[in-house]
């Protein structure tokens, strides 16, 4: 039973994906679209807490922003997209990285307190704000975000439980406005191009 309601919370996830995938092709390439693109009904401004106070994506306008929804106890997905971002931020100039600020969400708040976040996303690089908050508002973030996520028990493992979840990079301009969605397994070079891009817009 409990392999069915996987099976069916990864088909959930997957067909999300894919709709999100066509919605961002409808809206047309990232890099044909002219400046003023973007994806103005997705995303927008919220406050969450890091370990080293409240951070405001507001307060980070004039700096380019990729998002990623994940969690420290995630076993594949999230290291390999923070790895990535991560791989991708080393190709950048120092210059163009100043420019830059990467955040981290967690959709595991009963687990991941900003301190623990803080302490995960250091780990893959030192310039990642790791963040958290009450469930209530890491849900309300996600679903302006259109990411979905579930909390999955598991049957005879210490942790109780995973987190099922999209993965998608969210690549927020200078103006606030998502300007490209990176969905899992592009290359850190595709990511550092899109960066470049978002930066130029």
């Given amino acids: 039973m409990q392999n069915v309601k996987q099976i069916l919370i990864l088909g959930l996830l997957a067909v999300v ?3 999100i995938g066509l919605w961002a ?3 047309g390439d990232a890099a044909r679209q002219p400046k003023s693109a973007g994806y103005s009904d997705l995303g927008g401004d919220f406050t969450l807490m890091s370990d080293k106070g409240p951070v405001n994506t507001a307060d980070l306008r004039g700096k380019v922003i990729p ?3 994940g969690f420290t106890h995630c076993p594949d997905v999230c290291i390999t997209s923070l790895s990535a971002i991560a791989a991708a931020l080393k190709q950048l100039s120092a210059e163009e990285r100043a420019q830059i600020q ?8 009963e687990r991941d307190d900003p301190a623990r976040v803080g302490e995960y996303v250091r780990f893959f690089d030192p310039g990642i704000i790791g963040l958290s908050g009450t469930l209530e508002d890491v849900s309300k973030v996600a679903k302006s975000h259109f990411v979905i996520f579930e909390k999955v028990p598991l049957e005879d493992s210490n942790m109780g439980y995973t987190m099922d979840h999209s993965s998608i990079i ?3 301009g200078r103006d606030g406005i998502i300007r490209t969605l990176i969905h899992h397994g592009e290359t850190p070079e595709a990511i550092a191009k899109a960066l470049r891009e978002a930066l130029a817009a």
Avoid at 102 to 109: A, E
């Fill in 17 to 19: 994906s894919i709709g």
């Fill in 25 to 27: 092709g409808m809206q």
């Fill in 67 to 69: 998002i990623y929804f």
């Fill in 102 to 109: 990467p955040l981290f969400i967690s959709i595991d708040p």
């Fill in 170 to 172: 969210y690549v927020v």
